[in-house]
């Protein structure tokens, strides 16, 4: 889709928008990555791909849809709390976010019954709006936290059994990548003309898994989601008062990395259930989180932005889960009972920060627990709810600055140049730490 406009604007107005263009961006990603995704996966700290049947599937493993029970909704809602902290300055903030979704088999017949699932989720924060801030490379800036938890997350999910114990799945995670430009001139009433033409496209990132039951009490299970970015460009090409003001801006946006996960589950009586989810994160290829600028304005020579190489580091996670469930029974009346809780380790991406640049980040420890009851009966529909509470603790992390005063070639990432030091926030030391907390319950029908 192309979207073209004509405005009439004043100068200033002009100026103001070309800036505001230049510094509305920023990187950021998946908020199902930092905070998880449903009560009940979330209370075993995301160790779900094994286990994974509802509309939360799309994320942890699609091709666990479709071993779910006939049509299923759900809605969530969740309050985060956030407390970072950089170098004595108190980082954070408290947020609402809701969850939504729901499955259901295709209506086949025969060898296909209940063979096919389709499935729904959605991950808002509906008090927010989608912020996008660029920083500069001295900004002191958590690369894992700022800005990721202001994405809406879209799943739409397809899985089949193949047999009756092996299945697989696919998910599709939709977005945009805008490109174009402006261009300004004065108009014939000497105010300024602006047409603005936007190239928006869409933009489609892929989960897939296989889950294989391999014994009556042992699951097992692969899950490969794509590297997930939006692309950004304007070329905004002005004459103003006989001058140029130009001004071409790219970033990549809302980054989440190629991601691999073995997972098993292993029921060890019929009431009692582990799980373990190994992941290996491809940080590597993250770019730098800067948005690049090339600019020409009058009595200035042309320039472009000098960003630093960044390198990140490929992460492992490892995360365990436990769930006990028991049920009590009075006629025909059902109740159904859940416990679970969680852990999780993450190693961090971000190098050591010994040059210019200030990204911040550290291991993670996640601890959850939670339960649920669910409303069983042998006439549907049965209803269920779940809660959890979650606690994300981020280790402390400190680096020296090392400062660049040799006639060898600078490089901005590893060093500070000498006389410069003292304009940089993160000098002499830099040093971060802190934790998350979130609640959450989700309500949901099986019918």
């Known amino acids: 889709m192309i979207v073209t406009s004509i405005f009439r604007v004043p100068f200033y107005t002009a100026l103001i928008s070309i800036l505001v263009t ?4 920023s990187v950021h990603a998946n908020p199902a990555e930092v905070f998880d995704f449903g009560a009940s996966q979330t209370a075993q700290a995301g160790a779900v791909s094994a286990t994974v049947t509802d509309s939360t599937s799309g994320y942890y493993n699609p091709a666990g849809l479709v071993f779910g029970q006939g049509k299923r909704l759900s809605f969530g809602i969740n309050g985060i709390n956030t407390h970072l902290n950089a170098n004595e300055q108190q980082l954070g903030d408290s947020q609402l976010s809701i969850v939504l979704g729901g499955a259901t088999p295709l209506p086949f017949s025969g060898m ?7 499935g729904f989720g959605f991950y808002l924060f509906p008090l927010q709006n989608i912020t996008v801030i660029a920083k500069h490379p001295e900004e002191i800036h958590f690369i894992y936290y700022d800005e990721r938890s202001r994405r809406l997350l879209i799943l739409a999910t397809l899985s089949a059994k193949l047999l009756d114990d092996l299945s697989v799945g696919v998910s599709v995670n939709p977005g945009a990548a805008v490109d174009g430009f402006v261009v300004t001139r004065n108009g014939p009433l000497r105010g300024l003309e602006a047409i603005v033409v936007q190239d928006i496209s869409s933009v489609f990132h892929f989960n897939a898994g296989i889950r294989w039951q391999l014994l009556d009490n042992i699951t097992l299970a692969f899950v490969y989601k794509e590297q997930f970015q939006l ?9 103003i008062e006989g001058e140029p003001l130009d001004v071409y801006t790219e970033a990549n946006t ?8 073995l997972g098993t589950a292993w029921s060890v009586i019929d009431d009692l259930k582990f799980s373990l989810d190994v992941t290996i994160a491809e940080w590597s290829s993250y770019p730098a989180p800067f948005l690049n600028i090339r600019a020409t304005i009058p009595l200035i020579d042309p320039f472009e932005a000098i960003l630093p190489e960044t390198t990140f580091n490929d992460t ?19 109740t159904h009972y859940v416990l679970r809780s969680g852990y999780a380790f993450e190693t961090s991406p971000v190098p050591q920060q010994t040059g210019v640049t200030n990204l911040l980040d550290g ?14 009966c042998n006439a549907a529909p049965c209803f269920y709810f779940d809660g959890y509470l979650r606690t994300q603790f981020l280790s402390h992390s400190e680096t020296m ?7 060898e070639p ?38």
């Open 401 to 407: 600055k090392i400062i660049h005063d040799s006639n």
């Open 363 to 376: 291991n993670k420890h996640t601890l959850a627990m939670g339960g649920g009851i669910s409303l069983a």
């Open 410 to 447: 600078h490089d901005s990432f590893t060093s500070i140049r000498s006389g410069t030091e003292d304009s940089n926030p993160g000098y002499p030391s830099i040093n971060s730490s802190g934790y998350i907390l979130s609640t959450g319950i989700t309500m949901g029908v099986r019918y």
């Open 316 to 334: 492992i996670s490892i995360k365990l889960g436990t769930e006990w469930d028991f049920d009590t029974q009075n006629n025909d009346f059902i």
């Open 254 to 261: 809302l980054f989440s990395p190629s991601q691999f996960t």
């Open 22 to 25: 230049v510094w509305n961006f």
């Open 112 to 118: 296909f019954k209940n063979r096919i699932h389709v």
């Open 231 to 239: 692309s950004y460009a304007t070329d905004t090409q002005n004459i």
